[in-house]
């Protein structure tokens, strides 16, 4: 009695994570195709069985009805589609490649340094928060420039006016922005050199039109510490020696032109 119960006992510990094949659209989905997935979600971290199953379920039911369509509409067959997928599956490789080449050899306290020093040299710690106004025409950014002189509101007048659309519904604002961040051109240094609260004398010319250019304030940003950086740098480090891994395989593969097979010569009549 005592062995049944505690067979008993055994089998109502297991989790509730069986996987049983199921079928979508006749397309079998088999066990071991769950229990692939589930222990990739286990490696991503997700801890529940019962969720691991759930979401293998999710995934591989999408995966069925995307094939089933993609078939129906010949998409395999499309040379672009082919294209991208060889694309796509050389990523996947490469990603694997690389996981394992820095499991072997991790980064070292030397490379993390050294990329955080990199880093350091290059950062600049201004950040600037300006309003402006956009427009296309230099004539027109006068003319703004005058009414703001002559005391009316710049923020009003960057809701009506502004072709800016991420910034024209807050006035011409913009965020705390790192001098280097900013993407157009001499922008950043113009607004450095301005006082907090003034009004940039003249238009300010980008690719964008014309620029009416209030600074609203400006600091320095300390260079973040180096464990706050940490994964950052990473990140970096591994997109260092993805580059190297690449180039250095692309250098010892054997590369050769194929030259085409003579063709056999035309048979004379008789």
């Known amino acids: 009695m005592k062995k049944i119960v505690l067979i008993s006992l055994f089998f109502c510990s297991l989790p509730v994570m069986a996987q049983t094949a199921y079928s979508v659209n006749g397309q079998v989905i088999t066990p071991q195709s769950q229990k692939m997935l589930m222990d990739l979600f286990e490696k991503r971290g997700v801890t529940s069985a019962e969720q691991r199953l759930e979401l293998a379920k999710q995934v591989l039911t999408q995966q069925a009805v995307i094939n089933q369509l993609a078939a129906k509409n010949r998409l395999e067959i499309d040379p672009a589609i082919k294209a991208e997928l060889e694309e796509t599956k050389s990523q996947i490789f490469l990603n694997e490649l690389l996981r394992r080449e820095v499991f072997v050899n991790p980064i070292t306290d030397y490379e993390f340094k050294k990329e955080y020093e990199t880093l350091k040299e290059s950062y600049d710690p201004n950040e600037v928060k300006v309003s402006h106004i956009l427009v296309k025409t230099n004539s027109e950014a006068k003319e703004i420039i005058r009414r703001i002189r002559a005391g009316e509101d710049f923020t009003k007048l960057a809701k ?5 659309p991420t910034t024209k519904d807050n006035g011409g604002q913009m965020d705390f922005t790192n001098v280097r961040q900013i993407s157009i051109n001499g922008f950043g240094e113009a607004a450095m050199a301005m006082e907090k609260g003034s009004l940039l004398p003249i238009p300010f010319k980008s690719v964008h039109g014309y620029h009416v250019v209030k600074l609203l304030d400006k600091r320095e940003v300390p260079f973040p510490s180096f464990e706050a950086l940490k994964p950052r740098l ?8 993805t ?24 048979r004379r009549p008789y």
């Open 160 to 164: 009506e006016l502004s072709l800016d």
């Open 243 to 266: 580059q190297e891994f690449i180039n250095q395989k692309i250098a010892e593969a054997k590369i050769e032109d194929i030259k085409p097979a003579p063709r056999p010569a035309a």
């Open 234 to 241: 990473e990140r970096s480090i591994v997109q260092q020696r």
